[in-house]
């Protein structure tokens, strides 16, 4: 049973380029949530979504992140027109839809950006 | 949000000893916890969890104890091993799904 999957591990830009960061959930789990890590601190929520809905984005910047879960395939976190502020990493985490262990979130390896 | 955060950035203990992880929560209406651990280069990894109508919680070398009138949350991991050497967060539910995380804990382990 493979875990939450992100690709790329690394993913490198230059200011001003768009970078997309790809997560697939674990099998049978329907919740997603992004996170944001800056070296030497925590996670930061950014977004929780379920399958084509946003659930909570209250920890989005306003402006160029967006993200996305559609029906078929991964959920897409994207950042346009990045700057060296974005350079972090980037954890997705799923859960399942129902019951107890829904409150558990089961993390990825994470996208690491670096922003040149 | 409200603050989650950790008394010890730093954790330097003997290979073998107990070690011991606070963490501080100002949410009083928070009513599940959960202890990450992150090694480098990885994501966290889900260690154990409480709710709020516990006192204390145990699991395999790790127990993990909930003070809600002080608001004080610890983890305590029994005879601390070399692999036991990572990052470890609090993570403190606010409502539904949503987490707030501390700023974390490194645990060095000595062998």
């Known amino acids: 049973n493979a875990g939450v999957m992100q690709n790329p591990r690394h993913l490198v830009r230059r200011r001003g380029q768009e970078a997309r960061l790809r997560c697939s959930p674990m099998?049978?789990?329907?919740?997603v949530y992004w996170y944001r890590q800056l070296p030497e601190e925590g996670l930061k929520f950014m977004v929780y979504?379920?399958?084509?809905?946003?659930?909570?984005e209250s920890g989005m910047p306003k402006e160029r992140f967006s993200a996305e879960f559609p029906k078929e395939g991964p959920s897409i976190l994207r950042i346009q027109q990045v700057v060296r502020g974005d350079s972090a990493a980037y954890f997705c985490a799923s859960s399942p839809s129902s019951g107890l262990a829904a409150w558990e979130q089961f993390f990825g390896p994470g996208t690491r950006l670096t922003v040149l | 949000g409200e603050s989650v955060g950790l008394h010890l950035p730093t954790l330097s203990v003997q290979e073998g000893d107990n070690s011991i992880i606070n963490c501080a929560y100002s949410n009083s209406a928070s009513d599940y916890f959960i202890w990450y651990k992150q090694e480098s280069g990885k994501g966290p990894q889900f260690i154990i969890d409480?709710?709020?109508?516990?006192d204390k919680r145990q699991g395999q070398r790790v127990t993990v104890l909930l003070n809600k009138t002080v608001k004080h949350l610890s983890l305590q991991i029994a005879a601390t091993q070399p692999g036991d050497s990572a990052v470890y967060f609090c993570?403190?539910?606010?409502?539904?799904?949503?987490?707030?995380f501390g700023s974390g804990t490194k645990l060095n382990v000595k062998p």
């Open positions: 979504l379920q399958k084509e809905n946003i659930i909570d």
């Open positions: 099998k049978g789990h329907s919740h």
């Open positions: 993570a403190e539910n606010e409502y539904f799904n949503k987490f707030y």
């Open positions: 409480i709710r709020s109508n516990m």
